[in-house]
C-alpha cells in the first residue's frame, strides 16, 4: 500500500469514527462491561485483640523432617523445639497443588479445586497456577484494613514473575532474588561445563525435560545454565538464599517488633530444589564426597545411579538442616525480643518431595502420595495452655487463614470457604471430616483414615494415561505398595466421593482477572 492511500485510508476511518459510523470487526467479539470483570469488595475496618501474626512457610518441606512427625534422619533441633511448645495439626494436606495453587489458599482461605487453566508467559503451565483472581480478598488485605502492618520477605521464585500479585494487601514486601531459574545471573550463551554436577551419560536423558511444565521452553543444560548462573551471583551475599531472607525477618522485627500489630510473613523456597546445600548442613549426612554434586533432582522417569540417590538425599536433608537453622534464628529473635508473649507464630509447608521412594523423586501429578501430600503445621499462641497439643484429623490449607484471623479475633472475609480449626484444638468441636481431596494438575486424590485413592479428575484436559491408584495407609503408611487392583470395591466409593467434590466446586472456584467496568 503506498504512503498516499494509507493516509486517505486513515483520514476516511477518522472521518468515519467522528460520525459514530467507524467499523470495528473485533467489536462484536468483545464482551460488554455488564459480563466482563468482577467486584473486589474491601474487607471491613475492624480492631481485633493486638496479637501480632508471624508466619513462616519454607517449601517442598516433608512433615517428617520434624520429630513431631516421625523423623528418624533429618535434623531439625531449632523446629522442633518449636513444636514442643506448640500445637501440632497431625494430618494437613494442600487441597491443590504445587506452589502457586497453593499459594492461592494460603493467602485467601479459599478452595481452588477443581481449577481452570489459565495459559502463563512462563514455563509452567498447570491447572491451577495463575494469579490471585480480581475478586479474592487476602489475609494481608484483611489485616491491613484492620490497621496491622503487614510484610512480605520471599525468596520463592514464582511469587515475584512479571504479572503475580501475591503482595496485595502487604504495606512492605522485600523480593529475595536468585532461587532456580529466576532470571536473576545472566546465563551465558555458551553454556560452561557442568561434568562437575551430573556424570555425562546422565544428562543425555530425554526426560529430564520434564522439570519445565506442558510446553518447555527450557532444555535441562538451559535450566543449569540459569541455575549456575544465578548462584554464581548470589553466592556473593551468603551461603544460601535462605539464609538471607532469615536475616531480612531478623532485621524486621528488631525494627518494627514495637510498632503495634503487625503481620509477618515470611517465604523461604528452601527446600525446594535445586538442592546445593551449604558444606556445614551437608556434611551431617554424607561422610564421603560424591564424585559428582546432583543439585536437581529429576521429575521425569530417570533412572538416577547409586551415586545420585545417596548425594541427593543429603542434600535434600542439608537443605531442611538449613531452613531448619535459619528459621530457628528467626523464632530465637522473636523469643528475644519478648514476641512469643504477644504473638502468634505458624511454621507451615507446602508440600513435600519423593525422595526416591519407589524410584521417584519430587512432585508431579502421577505422584499424590504422603511423601508429597503430607504437610507439618504447627501453631504456637501466647498463654501455653495448648503447648504440645496433638491434633487429630484432617485440616487442609483454606482452614489457615481463618484459623489464624480467628486468634487475632478478627473475622474473615465473606469468600472464605475454609473453617477456624481452633475448637478442634479446645475440645469444643469433634473434627468429623472422614475425606479429603487434593488436587495436582488434572490428577486428585481422596484420602480417608484407611486409604489414599487417585485418579483423573478431568479426563477432557488429561493428556496421557494414569491408572487409578489406591494405598493402605494403615498397612502401608509409608505408601509404598499400589493395591487398586485388589480392592475395586474401595475404587467405585472413593471415585465417587471425588466425582461429588468436583461436581460441588466449579462455581466457587472460578474468577476473573480485572475490576468490572463501571
Do not use: C
Not at 493486638?50 to 533441633?77: C, H, K, M
Not at 536475616?247 to 538442592?275: M, T
Not at 491408584?469 to 493395591?483: A, C
Request: net charge negative; no cysteine; glycine share 8%.
Amino acid at each position: 500500500m503506498s504512503n498516499s492511500s494509507r493516509r486517505d485510508l486513515l483520514k476516511t476511518a477518522a472521518l468515519a469514527g467522528l460520525a459514530g459510523t467507524a467499523p470495528n470487526p473485533a467489536a462484536a467479539a468483545l464482551p460488554s462491561p455488564s459480563e466482563s470483570g468482577s467486584h473486589w469488595e474491601r474487607p471491613p475496618e475492624q480492631r481485633g485483640n493486638n496479637l501480632n501474626l508471624i508466619v513462616l512457610v519454607s517449601d517442598t518441606f516433608r512433615a517428617d523432617n520434624l520429630a513431631a512427625y516421625g523423623s528418624e534422619w533429618v535434623q531439625t533441633p531449632y523446629l522442633n523445639r518449636f513444636a514442643e511448645e506448640s500445637v501440632i495439626f497431625e494430618e494437613a494436606y494442600p487441597e491443590g497443588l504445587p506452589t502457586i495453587p497453593i499459594r492461592r489458599q494460603l493467602y485467601t482461605g479459599r478452595r481452588i479445586v477443581p481449577t481452570y487453566y489459565y495459559h502463563q508467559h512462563e514455563p509452567v503451565q498447570i491447572a491451577g497456577w495463575h494469579h490471585l483472581y480480581n475478586e479474592d480478598v487476602t489475609i494481608a488485605e484483611t489485616l491491613y484494613e484492620a490497621d496491622y502492618l503487614t510484610a512480605l520477605i520471599a525468596d520463592v521464585p514464582h511469587l515475584q514473575r512479571p504479572g503475580r500479585n501475591f503482595h496485595r494487601g502487604f504495606g512492605h514486601y522485600d523480593w529475595v532474588r536468585g532461587q532456580e531459574i529466576d532470571s536473576y545471573g545472566q546465563a551465558p550463551r555458551k553454556k560452561p561445563d557442568f561434568s562437575a554436577l551430573y556424570p555425562a551419560d546422565y544428562l543425555e536423558a530425554n526426560e529430564l525435560g520434564r522439570q519445565f511444565g506442558r510446553e518447555p521452553r527450557q532444555g535441562f543444560a538451559d535450566f543449569l545454565n540459569q541455575y549456575t548462573a544465578n548462584r554464581n551471583r548470589w553466592i556473593k551475599d551468603g551461603n544460601s538464599i535462605v539464609e538471607q531472607t532469615a536475616k531480612k525477618a531478623i532485621a524486621w522485627l528488631k525494627e518494627n517488633h514495637n510498632q503495634g500489630p503487625f503481620y509477618l510473613h515470611v517465604e523461604a523456597f528452601d527446600p525446594h530444589e535445586p538442592w546445593d546445600p551449604p558444606q556445614e548442613f551437608l556434611e551431617k549426612y554424607l561422610k564421603e564426597p560424591t564424585q559428582h554434586s546432583w543439585p536437581e533432582p529429576p521429575y521425569g522417569n530417570v533412572k538416577v545411579p547409586e551415586e545420585g540417590v545417596k548425594r541427593l538425599r543429603a542434600n535434600y536433608a542439608g537443605e531442611a538442616s538449613s531452613v531448619d537453622y535459619w528459621y530457628g534464628q528467626v523464632l530465637e529473635t522473636a523469643r528475644g525480643l519478648g514476641l512469643f508473649d504477644n504473638s502468634v507464630v505458624v511454621f507451615l509447608s507446602d508440600h513435600g518431595a519423593l525422595l526416591n521412594e519407589q524410584g521417584q523423586w519430587v512432585k508431579g501429578p502421577e505422584r499424590l502420595r504422603t511423601q508429597v501430600t503430607h504437610v507439618p503445621l504447627i501453631v504456637h499462641v501466647p498463654g501455653g495452655d495448648f503447648r504440645g497439643k496433638r491434633v487429630s484429623g484432617f485440616v487442609q490449607v483454606p482452614d489457615y487463614v481463618p484459623t489464624f484471623l480467628g486468634r487475632l479475633n478478627i473475622k474473615p472475609s465473606t469468600r472464605v470457604t475454609g473453617q477456624d480449626l481452633w475448637p478442634y484444638v479446645t475440645g469444643e468441636t469433634t473434627n468429623s471430616r472422614d475425606h479429603i481431596v487434593t488436587a495436582y494438575g488434572y490428577i486428585a486424590s481422596v484420602t480417608t483414615p484407611e486409604w489414599n485413592y487417585s485418579a483423573i479428575w478431568n479426563r477432557e484436559k488429561y493428556k496421557g494415561t494414569y491408572k487409578p491408584q489406591l494405598y493402605d495407609r494403615k498397612k502401608d503408611p509409608h505408601e509404598l505398595k499400589d493395591v487398586a487392583d485388589q480392592h475395586p470395591e474401595v475404587l467405585k466409593h472413593l471415585q465417587a466421593k471425588l466425582d461429588q467434590y468436583i461436581a460441588s466446586g466449579w462455581e466457587i472456584t472460578n474468577g476473573s482477572f480485572n475490576e468490572k467496568a463501571g
